[in-house]
């Protein structure tokens, strides 16, 4: 990630993304001491140090469902999660991806051991991304796979979810997969077209992820 590009993400004018029911964005009031990221300790983690970047997919997370998913007790120890926060959409993570790979193991992922993020930093982008393992996490697994510094992931990843329109939270949390991609891409066009965004949902139909695909110079592109 190139210094001219983080000042252009800087100076291009955009439409704030991110939909939360307050205005204000929630913070905790502190952090754990401890969110540090080692993939090796994870017995589904894996590195992929090989894989091409070719494209990049930013994948947005429904909080509702998430936390749904939830036991009783995990939701409690979640800031996402607190009934007074109210999350929508969240950034789940920005995803260096290799063409047509056959299965998840052959994108790029967790290319290099990084420190601690410091909480300052961890906070600054607790409005689009509200958990500290996850914008560790998140960083490791997948940022150093294409950005060299923290900041220059972050950035990008602040810029293209906030150059977004999303449809309304209640229109999010009842509608179908089918009607969320017609909206979304209504909402983002001329510029977004169908094939470059992907609706999951769970098995009851609610809403759990919307991903958007971008070429290396951040426009959209088709999915693979």
Same mark, same amino acid.
């Given at each position: ?7 252009? =993400? ?36 894996? *590195? ?37 926060? *109210? ?18 193991? #052959? ?5 290099? @051991? ?16 509200? @958990? ?43 509608? *179908?997969? #089918?009607?969320?991609?017609?909206? =979304? ?7 977004? =077209? ?5 609706? @999951?949902? @769970? ?22």
């Amino acid at each position: 990630m190139t210094l001219k590009l983080i000042i252009l =993400f800087l100076i291009v004018g955009y439409t704030v993304g991110y939909r939360i029911a307050s205005e204000v964005c929630p913070l905790p009031s502190s952090l754990k001491p401890n969110y540090d990221f080692n993939w090796k300790s994870k017995s589904n983690e894996w *590195s992929n140090t090989q894989a091409e970047t070719s494209y990049i997919m930013l994948a947005l997370s429904w909080s509702p469902t998430f936390c749904a998913s939830l036991s009783q007790s995990a939701r409690e120890n979640k800031f996402q999660c607190h009934p007074s926060n *109210s999350f929508g959409l969240i950034v789940h993570g920005l995803w260096p991806q290799a063409l047509k790979a056959p299965n998840v193991r #052959a994108h790029p992922r967790n290319c290099r @051991d990084e420190p601690q993020l410091n909480a300052t930093f961890v906070k600054r982008y607790f409005c689009i991304m509200p @958990d500290e393992d996850l914008v560790q996490g998140e960083w490791e697994k997948h940022g150093t796979c294409y950005y060299s510094a923290a900041v220059d992931y972050y950035t990008v990843t602040e810029n293209l979810f906030k150059s977004l329109n999303l449809p309304e939270y209640n229109f999010l949390n009842t509608a *179908s997969g #089918a009607a969320i991609k017609n909206t =979304f891409v209504t909402l983002n066009a001329p510029k977004l =077209f169908a094939s470059a965004v992907r609706v @999951d949902t @769970d098995s009851k139909g609610r809403l759990k992820e919307i991903k958007i695909c971008y070429n290396l110079q951040y426009q959209f592109t088709v999915c693979t």
